[in-house]
């Protein structure tokens, strides 16, 4: 077997066994400001829920623990197409801790990948999901008022959105948004059927 052959089948035996991992699109996309939240993420998360562990109602609180805590599973597998029931937890920041009643989220697949919507409320976002790994996923949206027009992502910080999504469950999984730009140190949007 000449050499090109036994590294395109190394190639291939080597990515037919890994996770999927980001391949290259996301970081070509990626704001270098949006790419530091995400590196500063595991800190930022931990300093949000520390205010809100001291300074939020204990009993929402131990409901956020509790939904925190849920086992992480992997999308492989996981239709995330469809209407979706959401709601948003603010938490550190202005305020220890604020959750939101549940509002209306749709994700879509045209082809290009999974596309969320948040279709209700007067805070929104609209963006896509990245494969990062086969249990987290980067998502890379807009933020938006109420009917306004949605800006393209990298249209800058006031609208630039940031995430990791999480599957908890087979009706449920959530995105994770460090360092928003507005009100909050982490913003936490729960989906479930």
């Known amino acids: ?11 291939v035996a080597v990515l037919a066994v890994s996770p999927a991992i980001a391949d ?12 530091m939240r995400l590196e500063n993420y595991a800190k930022t998360r931990q300093i949000a829920l ?7 109602d204990p009993a929402e609180f131990s409901r ?13 597998g996981f239709d995330m197409t469809g ?3 959401c709601r948003t937890t603010k938490v550190g920041g202005l305020l220890p801790l604020v959750v939101y009643d549940w509002f209306k989220c749709r994700v879509t697949d045209d082809g290009s990948g999974w596309k969320l919507e948040k ?49 908890t469950g087979a009706k449920e999984w959530r ?9 909050s140190k982490l913003d936490i949007l729960e989906f479930r059927r």
């Open 1 to 11: 077997m000449s050499y090109v052959r036994k590294l395109a089948a190394t190639i």
């Open 24 to 35: 290259g699109v996301v970081q070509k996309l990626i704001t270098p400001a949006d790419r």
């Open 50 to 56: 520390s205010e809100a562990r001291s300074g939020g």
């Open 64 to 76: 956020l623990e509790e939904a925190l805590g849920k086992p992480i599973k992997p999308f492989t």
């Open 83 to 85: 209407n979706w029931q």
């Open 119 to 167: 279709i209700s409320g007067s805070q929104r976002t609209t963006g896509r999901f990245y494969d990062e790994s086969a249990k987290r996923l980067i998502y890379l949206g807009t933020g938006y008022v109420n009917n306004d027009k949605p800006q393209p992502y990298a249209s800058g910080p006031d609208t630039d959105q940031v995430g990791y999504a999480f599957r």
């Open 175 to 183: 995105v994770e948004f460090p360092a928003p730009r507005y009100e």
